[in-house]
């Protein structure tokens, strides 16, 4: 079975410019949850979403949107790009069900923004 | 006090030692616990879920101890593919994070 998978792997952008990052999610997990990771950090929480609503938000500012489609499927969309956005950033998803549930990992997309 | 400390490291071991990692954590009311292991520019993989009577998998055992809010991973007999970074994550029981993850104990096993 296929992993979950996200595009594309390494971006270089500038500042003020905007992003959007894919992902798609295991066979038959309807959550995805987006993650950024700075260098010598562990990942940070950015968004979930559950049956194509956003569940939870971490502590990003609005400059950061995502939605999940109908196939569970979800994009992240990162406007006016700041040097700080470099990054990378993860998609993990889950089938949340039971307890406790268990998210996996894509390998991510590295943001680098000059 | 972040909600999760780990110590970074790194943790110099020869192959075979017996090494372990622990992790504190602020929020009495977490629920759920995990060990993830990041290889260097790759994304984390689950590698243990942590229950309350403390779990064991192979060479690896995970234990909890909610009275002194810390878990713990002992690795046996190192080998070198075991050199990794090693994230330790919680799940808070209530809010609007699912994964709460620590900086990572970075582990380099040596021949």
């Known amino acids: 079975d296929a992993g979950v998978t996200q595009s594309p792997t390494h971006l270089i952008k500038t500042r003020g410019q905007h992003v959007t990052l894919r992902c798609s999610p295991i066979?038959?997990?309807?959550?995805v949850s987006w993650y950024q990771q700075v260098l010598g950090q562990g990942p940070q929480f950015i968004f979930q979403?559950?049956?194509?609503?956003?569940?939870g938000r971490g502590n990003f500012p609005d400059r950061f949107s995502a939605r999940q489609f109908p196939n569970y499927s979800s994009e992240l969309n990162v406007n006016a790009l700041l040097l700080g956005d470099s990054a990378l950033y993860l998609c993990?998803?889950?089938?949340?069900?039971?307890?406790?549930?268990?998210?996996?990992f894509g390998p991510g997309t590295r943001l680098t923004v000059t | 006090r972040k909600e999760v400390e780990q110590d970074p490291g790194p943790f110099n071991v020869p192959e075979g030692a017996t090494v372990a990692f622990n992790c504190t954590y602020s929020?009495?009311?977490?629920?759920?616990f995990f060990w993830y292991r990041q290889d260097c520019r790759k994304e984390p993989k689950l590698l243990m879920s942590?229950?309350?009577s403390g779990n064991e998998d192979g060479r690896f055992t995970a234990q909890l101890n909610r009275a002194s809010q810390y878990i713990s991973l002992l690795i046996r007999d190192s080998k070198l593919s075991d050199s990794a970074t090693y994230l330790c994550?919680?799940?808070?029981?209530?809010?609007?994070?699912?994964?709460?993850f620590g900086k990572g104990t970075r582990l380099s096993v040596i021949a």
């Open positions: 993990a998803s889950s089938t949340v069900r039971g307890i406790p549930y268990e998210q996996y």
């Open positions: 066979s038959g997990h309807k959550s």
């Open positions: 979403y559950y049956e194509k609503e956003e569940r």
């Open positions: 929020n009495s009311a977490s629920q759920s």
């Open positions: 942590v229950y309350s």
């Open positions: 994550v919680l799940l808070r029981n209530s809010g609007n994070t699912p994964l709460v």
